[in-house]
């Protein structure tokens, strides 16, 4: 484990798991930049949330934590966490390290589901980081795949970036496999409900893991999309994501991105 992982790690037990406002300033920045909408920005207000996550015995596990310069992707659920909208939760948070401390925070939260069209969880699936020596590779792919598919300037390529005799698919409402993920897009396209991506903002690799971190529209409405791809010799073998609405008033002028 780097040592940005380590101090993000240690920041997010002392803010989720032992709720103690030294340790937070141990390891968050006096000028914490904060992007959840529903968060003013600043290292007070998470540290008056500590009360409140307390008292409900709010509790958190990371499935899965890459990181790419100064910044640490992790892949979570939460429990008992109503004070972040669901009793039980999903999320995918962005952390930015500097001087050795947690300064700035992105993520994008969803509530779990129990019961998946595809069968799979949200957070199941392959965690180990490996192929390091593939990670420019692999964020180019993905770069690559987000412009000509999801942004839709060169759909008829989908073969050319997708597994299709494995992928393992962890969108709730996706069915599993290549085959499912087609049925799915002809499905919303005759609803007139397709996802929309209209901009990427980051992509973040760590080996055999890529992130893409986007802005579009779905159900008519603004939406923050994360979705973690992971890659086998140069095709995209499976996926997970949170899609979470952007509201119109937030917490701070930071806006999500």
């Known amino acids: 484990m780097n040592e940005q992982k380590k101090i993000v790690t240690n920041g997010m037990k002392a803010l989720f798991q032992d709720f103690d406002k030294d340790a937070i300033r141990t390891y968050f920045h006096d000028h914490y930049i904060q992007h959840n909408p529903n968060v003013p920005t600043g290292l007070e207000p998470i540290i008056g949330m500590l009360p409140s996550m307390k008292d409900v015995n709010f509790s958190f596990t990371t499935h899965r934590m890459i990181s790419d310069g100064d910044l640490v992707l992790t892949h979570n659920t939460g429990n008992n966490a109503m004070v972040f909208g669901s009793e039980k939760i999903v999320t995918f948070d962005l952390w930015r390290v500097e001087d050795g401390k ?13 019961k998946t069209v595809n069968g799979r969880t949200q957070i199941d699936g392959a965690s180990e980081v490996k192929d390091l020596d593939k990670t420019s590779e692999n964020k180019e792919l993905i770069k690559s795949f987000m412009s000509d598919i999801l942004m839709g300037k060169n759909s008829q ?15 709730p409402n996706i069915w599993d496999g290549f085959d499912g993920l087609i049925k799915t897009i002809e499905q919303l396209v005759s609803q007139d409900n397709m996802f929309v991506y209209n901009k990427i903002h980051r992509i973040i690799g760590e080996g055999n ?24 010799s140069g095709k995209l073998v499976e996926h997970w994501d949170v899609i979470q609405e952007i509201p119109e008033k937030m917490a701070h002028n930071n806006t999500m991105f």
């Open 157 to 171: 390529k989908i073969t050319e970036y997708i597994n299709q005799e494995e992928y393992a698919q962890h969108n």
């Open 209 to 232: 893991f890529v992130l893409a971190q986007s802005e579009g529209a779905w159900n008519g409405k603004p939406q923050v999309f994360y979705d973690l791809f992971r890659i086998e």
């Open 102 to 114: 947690i300064i700035e925070h992105w993520d994008a939260i969803t509530p779990l589901v129990e």
